[in-house]
């Protein structure tokens, strides 16, 4: 398992054009940090070691440890505010995480075995991943990285449902809890477009065949 520091210091400076400064001269990012009984803190990352983290897919579902000013406390990614044409983060937001008090995240969805599942390997199908990744419920200490899909014995049509999923203990689907119309399908084994229309051009007759009858 990864584990993932940020270094911070608290900031009293708001404001767009204090933001703007911070990313423009001191190359920083402005972020908030929120949650628990604490007020909300405003604070500044280190650009370069947050678009490093940024790079690896378990950050996002990840407990961090942010160090403000000496003082380290854990968080999770909630949110980041990109530029709309840049490669820059304008802003980010951070939850604290409370031991023995449930988060709600967005977790990763690792296909495994795509290479010899039985729809494509044995029937000549096309895997379609309809959900990259999905919001689960738990204890701070159950979060996983991701989420892992076996998709070897997944037949030519057959599709696979949230309430499907292998999950790790202690962790649950909020979705689910609000009836089987949010039972969304993760991802199926369907034949190739092509080849079905194909065989509808086949069945359908010809101009001159119909005439002719």
């Known amino acids: 398992m990864v584990d993932f520091t940020l270094n911070a210091k608290e900031r009293n400076d ?18 908030i940090v929120y949650g ?29 440890s942010l ?19 840049k490669p820059r983060i ?24 795509e290479d010899t599942c039985h729809g494509v390997k044995q029937q000549g199908g096309i895997i379609f991943r309809n959900l990259p990744d999905i919001e689960v419920s ?18 030519l049509g057959e ?3 949230l309430s499907e999923l292998k999950l790790p203990k202690g962790v649950t689907i909020p979705s689910l809890a609000q009836g089987s119309d949010h039972d969304l399908p993760v991802v199926n084994v369907m034949a190739p477009r092509v080849a ?5 051009d086949a069945a359908a007759p010809e101009a001159g065949e119909e005439s002719a009858e």
């Open 90 to 113: 304008m802003h980010v937001d951070l939850l604290r995480v409370i031991a023995g008090h449930k988060v709600t995240v967005q977790v990763p969805l690792h296909f495994l075995n």
């Open 67 to 85: 160090d403000v000013d000496g003082k380290k406390q854990n968080v999770l990614l909630k949110a980041v505010q990109r530029h709309p044409s």
């Open 196 to 200: 079905v229309e194909d065989e509808s």
């Open 36 to 64: 628990g009984t604490k007020a909300p803190q405003s604070i500044s990352l280190e650009t370069r070691q947050l678009n490093k983290a940024l790079e690896s897919e378990a950050f996002y579902s990840h407990i961090i």
């Open 14 to 31: 708001l404001g767009k054009g204090a933001s703007r400064r911070l990313r423009r001269i001191a190359d920083l990012v402005p972020a």
């Open 159 to 161: 599709i696979i449902h």
């Open 138 to 155: 738990c204890l701070p200490k159950d979060l996983p990285e991701s989420i892992d899909v076996d998709l070897a014995d997944l037949k």
